[in-house]
């Protein structure tokens, strides 16, 4: 048996000099210790090994910004993309690598191929509807500034759906909306159906019934909003002091405990709750403007406003509610 098949070892890109002991050495018995570039006895000098093979990753780094940022060959997958972000892409740029600028006919060639390329994306119809749809999640998302987290879930999702075959029939650019309206929903995040549909492309009850679809077929956990989570939405958007908001937020747990808002669009109550707090904070703040900040009526507010301030008051049981 050779020296080099009783000390084969694995290499550790990340083991400095000193660190790791192999065997005892085979001509002294002295102390053998393996750095980065090779396996040597400590007292006698006795090279074992020299330059081993990294097995470790490929890292690279093309530029100087890069050079802080360990990044390998490509990408992480994604769920966003339908082949899960492992295509290539012909890009179309008039010089190569080189920075030598191609030919009309090297150009040519290339937007040939591209052709080709783009006609041969899809395996199937399917894949290409669902590629369609995982675009249009994207675009949403983008629209509404929402985490790339929801954006994945929201992916992730429409994948299921199209899974159980509940595409079919059915418009792409709706289940999409509903998907990421469903991801908003199991995330609670504060998004009511009708900002969302806004940002679709179809109409928003088709948004509606395509949401229907999903939460019954799927049984999405979704939980029921609460005031509370629409408060820092609300103050947010019309610049309000942190006081305002923190009183708010006690002021919509309060409607909560009390059943004010049971029955109601919390959004609704949670402008109700702002409004109170900016009048007792002394921030001029309108009902219209609140309105428009919580996506409701200016009618909506001064009921849910009248009933808070019955429970304020401390009167009575829980008020009774109009149709507003």
């Not at 049971?262 to 219209?288: H, I, K, L, M, S």
Request: glycine content about 8%; proline content about 5%.
């Amino acid at each position: 048996m050779s020296l080099r098949e009783i000390y084969e070892r694995t290499f550790d890109e990340d083991v400095s000099a000193g660190e790791q002991s192999g065997p005892a050495c085979p001509e002294c018995n002295g102390t053998v210790h393996t750095n980065s570039i090779e396996t040597a006895c400590e007292d006698c000098g006795l090279v074992l090994e020299d330059r081993p093979i990294d097995h470790g990753p490929e890292w690279h780094a093309f530029n100087e910004a890069e050079r802080t940022e360990r990044k390998r060959t490509g990408p992480a997958l994604t769920p966003t993309r339908h082949d899960q972000g492992l295509s290539s892409e012909i890009g179309f740029d008039r010089t190569d690598a080189n920075g030598t600028t191609l030919s009309s006919r090297k150009r040519g060639q290339l937007a040939r191929l591209r052709r080709e390329h783009r006609r041969g994306r899809w395996d199937s119809k399917a894949e290409q509807n669902l590629a369609h749809g995982l675009a249009e999640i994207r675009r949403i998302v983008g629209v509404l500034d929402l985490p790339r987290s929801l954006r994945d879930q929201a992916c992730r999702l429409y994948r299921t759906a199209a899974g159980e075959d509940l595409i079919r029939g059915r418009s792409i650019e709706a289940m999409a909306a509903a998907s990421v309206y469903a991801a908003c929903r199991c995330t609670g995040l504060p998004r009511t159906l009708e900002e969302v549909g806004a940002t679709a492309a179809v109409d928003h009850k088709r948004v509606r019934n395509a949401y229907a679809v999903l939460n019954r077929e799927l049984e999405l956990p979704t939980v029921p909003m609460e005031p509370p989570e629409y408060v820092p939405r609300v103050t947010s958007a019309l610049e309000l002091s942190a006081a305002t908001r923190q009183r708010a937020a006690e002021l919509a747990g309060q409607a909560v405990r009390t059943g004010v808002a049971n029955g109601c669009n919390p959004a609704g109550v949670a402008a109700g709750c702002v409004y109170q707090a900016a009048r007792e904070q002394d921030e001029r703040v309108t009902q219209a403007a609140l309105a428009d900040a919580a996506e409701v009526t200016p009618m909506t507010i001064r009921a849910r406003w009248n009933e808070l301030q019955t429970v304020l008051d401390g009167g009575g049981d829980q008020p009774r509610r109009g149709n507003a």
